[in-house]
């Protein structure tokens, strides 16, 4: 289960692109996905799709999630194309799993594995973070469950902050309601790895880094869209689909 971090951000971090500035185009993915696209598209143009089809109409919950940073119950899902989930929040830093962490609240474990059954590497592995549960115990959801909608452990995303898009994968829960130990909220959205934070240039601290707002994650749900293999090379694994998930769902928004 991961640890909560509330600080507030102070400074960027500088730090390298994996995936390519918004206007620039991604090289083209080794591994196959679901749909070939017609044309190739920019991370700025799918983006802009996404924030297009995030509507009242497409809305999945019908209570608001909680911003893991602010507090606020202000997050929403939205199926902007057929089996394709986004939402805004902001990015909290997630520091379980194999890798060690100074962070006096890291934990060793993550709700999911890499394909070799090893703890995911939260320095290493580029992943993001949902409630493990249905926090109001109803069928269909009035959250966003990820179980009710084809999502599982590796399932694919994109995720943008400012000019960046990188490739992630689920690799952790918010404790459910259950857990009277923790002060965590399977309503939260807006949690991620260190990997993540890094690559997409939000300070990487699991105490200190994360930011309150403005990170986009994209999910391509289906059996398809699970990304697999070791934690050595989960991340460049989720890299090679950058663009064929761009174009993918390009296509399918018709932008």
Known sequence: MSSRKRFAVVAAAALTLIAPPLGVKAADAATASPATA?????????LAGVQKNSTTANKVNSKPHINTMTRSQNVNVFQVSSGVYAYSSSLAVDDDGSDPDSDPDHQDETTFQDSNGDQLAAHHVPFYVLGDDCYDRKSPCPHFFYKEHGIKGRQFAL???KSKVIGAIFGDTQ?????????????E????SVKAASSLGIPSSGTTGGVDNGVTVVIFSG????????????NANAQALVQKALDSLGTSMGI
Do not use: C, I, P
Request: without cysteine; proline residues 0%; negative net charge.
């Open 159 to 161: 995720m943008f902050y």
């Open 175 to 187: 404790t459910g309601n259950d857990q009277t130990t923790s002060d965590n909220d399977s309503r």
């Open 38 to 46: 017609d044309k190739t598209y920019t991370a700025a143009e799918v």
């Open 223 to 234: 059996s398809s869209w699970v990304v697999n293999g070791a934690n050595s090379a989960l």
């Open 189 to 192: 959205l807006g949690e991620a």
